[in-house]
């Protein structure tokens, strides 16, 4: 099976074709590239990105999107979020998704994995599923190291992946131990509207609707920042 990120170029490899860099910004918490088809994000992981006064050494303006989305396949953290980055400013699948991941989804009583720290998730369904397994990188209050989800994902009911997950390239080590009956869900800006990841889990994604969201980043905004210029979107799993 080819790997999701080549699946994922794939899909918007002729998008791509004639298109150029406009604009980007690395901020702290997100990357966000700007091209004719649009604006695209992708997560940061500035505690794994390399020292020195120039990080990225090159100017990417000008150049040609295919090229800078093909960064996605290195393994380099900040290259691969700058790709993924490209290809999400040409995705736009999915539909307009106002309801609430609750009331798409049973939790009630079921053994439910997620993977990253989303919050307010975990702050509504802890006090009704069976048993929660929070997989973080992060040193936080009782989190599981991602490492150790082989142990716990087959017997989950319900799984959600960060989208961040594709930036790090550990998309497919979670999705592997998933059982076949469980929901899957990857969720997050980072997360591409893609068909073709739609095919392995439903999309809990989101689509930038305006440019404003540039200036947003490069003044180091998280979530919460980014919120008012994005919308959700829905992709049902294939």
Same mark, same amino acid.
């Given at each position: 099976?080819?790997?999701?990120?080549?699946?994922?170029?794939?899909?918007?490899?002729?998008?791509?074709?004639?298109?150029?860099?406009?604009?980007?910004?690395?901020?702290? #918490?997100?990357?966000?590239?700007?091209?004719?088809?649009?604006?695209?994000?992708?997560?940061?992981?500035?505690?794994?990105?390399?020292?020195?006064?120039?990080?990225?050494?090159?100017?990417?303006?000008?150049?040609?999107?295919? =090229?800078?989305?093909?960064?996605?396949?290195?393994?380099?953290?900040?290259? #691969?979020?700058?790709?993924?980055a490209?290809? +999400?400013?040409?995705?736009?699948?999915?539909?307009?998704?106002?309801?609430?991941?609750?009331?798409?989804?049973?939790?009630? +009583?079921?053994?439910?994995?997620?993977?990253?720290f989303?919050?307010?998730?975990? =702050?509504?369904?802890?006090?009704?599923?069976?048993?929660?397994?929070?997989?973080e990188?992060?040193?936080?209050?009782?989190?599981?190291?991602?490492?150790?989800?082989?142990?716990?994902?087959?017997?989950?009911?319900?799984?959600?992946? #960060?989208?961040?997950?594709?930036?790090?390239?550990?998309t497919?080590?979670?999705?592997?131990?998933?059982?076949? #009956?469980?929901?899957?869900i990857?969720?997050?800006?980072?997360?591409?509207?893609?068909?073709?990841?739609?095919?392995?889990?439903?999309?809990?994604?989101?689509?930038?609707?305006?440019?404003e969201?540039?200036?947003?980043?490069?003044?180091g905004?998280?979530?919460?920042?980014?919120?008012?210029?994005?919308?959700?979107?829905?992709?049902?799993?294939?």
């Amino acid at each position: 099976m080819k790997l999701l990120s080549h699946l994922i170029f794939e899909e918007v490899e002729n998008k791509l074709e004639n298109l150029t860099i406009l604009d980007y910004v690395l901020g702290l #918490s997100y990357v966000a590239v700007k091209t004719e088809a649009g604006v695209g994000l992708a997560y940061t992981f500035r505690n794994e990105i390399g020292g020195g006064c120039n990080i990225l050494n090159r100017n990417l303006k000008g150049e040609p999107a295919k =090229e800078i989305a093909r960064l996605f396949f290195s393994v380099d953290i900040l290259e #691969s979020a700058i790709g993924l980055a490209t290809i +999400n400013s040409c995705l736009d699948n999915g539909e307009v998704d106002n309801v609430d991941i609750f009331e798409r989804i049973d939790f009630n +009583n079921k053994k439910v994995a997620i993977v990253g720290f989303f919050k307010p998730v975990i =702050e509504k369904i802890k006090d009704i599923v069976d048993e929660l397994f929070i997989f973080e990188l992060k040193d936080l209050p009782g989190v599981i190291p991602p490492n150790m989800a082989k142990f716990y994902l087959p017997a989950c009911d319900v799984v959600i992946i #960060s989208g961040t997950t594709l930036v790090n390239k550990t998309t497919e080590d979670f999705l592997c131990y998933c059982n076949d #009956s469980s929901i899957k869900i990857l969720m997050g800006p980072t997360t591409p509207l893609s068909n073709e990841l739609a095919k392995f889990a439903n999309i809990a994604g989101s689509f930038v609707k305006s440019d404003e969201i540039m200036d947003a980043v490069s003044k180091g905004a998280g979530m919460k920042g980014v919120k008012p210029f994005i919308e959700k979107r829905w992709l049902q799993a294939l």
